[in-house]
Nanobody, 114 residues
Framework: QVQLVESGGGLVQAGGSLTLSCKRT????????MAWYRQAPGKQRELVAT???????NYADSVKGRFTISGGSPGNTLYLQLNSLKPEDTAVYYC????????WGQGTQVTVPS
């Protein structure tokens, strides 16, 4: 089993920054991609950013240029740097690790008041 634990969420004013962390522990399994998702109240969970095992990254259009995903290699924490935050970024942010199975963390709340 793989365990993922997110941290770093909080309340931040519009225009501010946060750094989310996702620590991976448990059985060593092959992970091809790690990702950050988010789910706002009343909305479906959406993909925010991904990073592959070779370091290739992709971002949702809504966060491109503002968020940066990094880390996630075996033994290393996955990060999501959130800059220039907007009220519409308010959501629970989840870490995911994908190999033959998908593993999820419990989520961390990010709140940007309008």
């Amino acid at each position: 089993q793989v365990q993922l634990v997110e941290s770093g969420g909080g309340l931040v004013q519009a225009g501010g920054s946060l750094t989310l962390s996702c620590k991976r522990t448990g059985v060593a399994v092959r992970i091809n991609t790690m990702a950050w998702y988010r789910q706002a109240p009343g909305k479906q969970r959406e993909l925010v950013a991904t990073i592959s095992s070779v370091g290739s990254t992709n971002y949702a259009d809504s966060v491109k240029g503002r968020f940066t995903i990094s880390g996630g290699s075996p033994g290393n924490t996955l990060y999501l740097q959130l800059n220039s935050l907007k009220p519409e970024d308010t959501a629970v942010y989840y870490c995911q690790a994908s190999g033959s199975l998908a593993y999820w963390g419990q989520g961390t709340q990010v709140t940007v008041p309008s």
